[in-house]
């Protein structure tokens, strides 16, 4: 079982970069999938995530109406567009899948997401 983040990069501030999520080993359309990051010095936050169909989705405060996610099941692939993007959204990103196909009222806790994949840098550039 495999999660695999890539589409980070070095971009300025205002730019746009776009997330994937592939996994391997297991089917990611069953479940619901989430976006979290790291910053330098600071604890992983929840950035956001999706149901098992597409249809539902949440986001952090920070990157509502900047960031969107969305999937392709038959890619077996999550993405997180970002647009807008601020020096302060430079981090690590990492993709996870959840413990269910749908998500519950816990969905930004890291600790009901079963499987991790290797995060992806993005940093914004002032």
């Known amino acids: 079982v495999q999660l695999q983040a890539s589409g980070g990069g070095l971009v300025q501030a205002g730019g746009s970069l776009r997330l994937s999520c592939t996994a391997s080993?297991?089917?990611?359309?069953?479940?619901?999938t989430g976006w979290f990051r790291q910053a330098p010095g600071k604890e992983r936050e929840f950035v956001s995530a999706?149901?098992?169909?597409?249809?539902?989705?949440r986001y952090s405060d920070s990157v509502k109406g900047r960031f969107a996610i969305s999937r392709d099941n038959t890619k077996n692939t999550v993405y997180l567009q970002m647009n807008s993007l601020r020096p302060e959204d430079t981090a690590v990103y990492f993709c996870a899948s959840y413990q269910y196909p749908y998500l519950d009222g816990s969905y930004y806790s890291e600790e009901l997401y079963t499987y991790w994949g290797v995060g992806t840098q993005v940093t914004v550039s002032s």
């Open positions: 080993g297991f089917t990611l359309s069953n479940y619901a």
């Open positions: 999706i149901i098992w169909s597409g249809t539902v989705t």
